[in-house]
T-cell receptor
Framework: GAVVSQHPSRVICKSGTSVKIECRSLDFQATTMFWYRQFPKQSLMLMATSNEGSKATYEQGVEKDKFLINHASLTLSTLTVTSAHPEDSSFYIC????????????FGSGTQLSVL | AQKITQTQPGMFVQEKEAVTLDCTYDTSDPSYGLFWYKQPSSGEMIFLIYQGSYDQQNATEGRYSLNFQKARKSANLVISASQLGDSAMYFCAMRGNGNNRLAFGKGNQVVVIP
């Protein structure tokens, strides 16, 4: 089946630094990717929709200047957490589908971000 | 707006037994898709099964089957012959008409005991 690779799996950074997370579709082209955030023992909350070649669409309450999304190619989307603070510590996970209405949405393995 | 409800508390299941995880949903979209994902302690989201709102038959994927009752707006997951490796969080999710944005339920914790 389709595979989505997410890197890094875990990152620890100092407050005020920026962190980049990559999401790659390995064996299919993903015109759209999605970024989610998950706090411990809670559900996934959609942060933004990443569209190849255009600006990302952010969900209400998500700061676009804080969470920069770049979808430069059909197989790569990046999420950059800028000037990270401890409250940004969370599990971030991306997903991608084959085609706009693909039945199977595949997720990356997630990134655990800890901001000290 | 779409809403997914999973209200069951954590569940203990005997190995080799079947378990049903409840999921109800609410949407005004005429066409939608329903998903179930498994999230083990390692964190990755593993796709289990998909049901389209216009599918005539209930979806099945190996030991997983979806009991889709459209009129009641429910999409319960049935796991047959539970295995120890089935211990995980299980999330029900919905995709609305025209896009692949998923709305997730709060999840069900399942622990399979030998």
């Amino acid at each position: 089946g389709a595979v989505v690779s997410q890197h890094p799996s875990r990152v620890i950074c100092k407050s005020g630094t920026s962190v980049k997370i990559e999401c790659r579709s390995l064996d299919f082209q993903a015109t759209t990717m999605f970024w989610y955030r998950q706090f411990p023992k809670q559900s996934l909350m959609l942060m933004a929709t990443s569209n190849e070649g255009s600006k990302a669409t952010y969900e209400q309450g998500v700061e676009k200047d804080k969470f920069l999304i770049n979808h430069a190619s059909l197989t790569l989307s990046t999420l950059t957490v800028t000037s990270a603070h401890p409250e940004d510590s969370s599990f971030y996970i991306c997903s991608a589908s084959e085609g706009q209405y693909g039945e199977k949405l595949f997720f990356g393995s997630g990134t655990q971000l800890s901001v000290l | 707006a779409q809403k997914i409800t999973q209200t069951q508390p954590g569940m203990f299941v005997q190995e080799k037994e079947a378990v049903t995880l409840d999921c109800t949903y609410d949407t005004s979209d005429p066409s939608y898709g329903l998903f179930w994902y498994k999230q083990p302690s390692s964190g990755e989201m593993i796709f289990l099964i998909y049901q389209g709102s216009y599918d005539q038959q209930n979806a099945t994927e190996g030991r997983y089957s979806l009991n889709f009752q459209k009129a009641r707006k429910s999409a319960n997951l049935v796991i047959s012959a539970s295995q120890l490796g089935d211990s995980a969080m299980y999330f029900c999710a919905m995709r609305g008409n025209g896009n692949n944005r998923l709305a997730f339920g709060k999840g069900n914790q399942v622990v399979v005991i030998p």
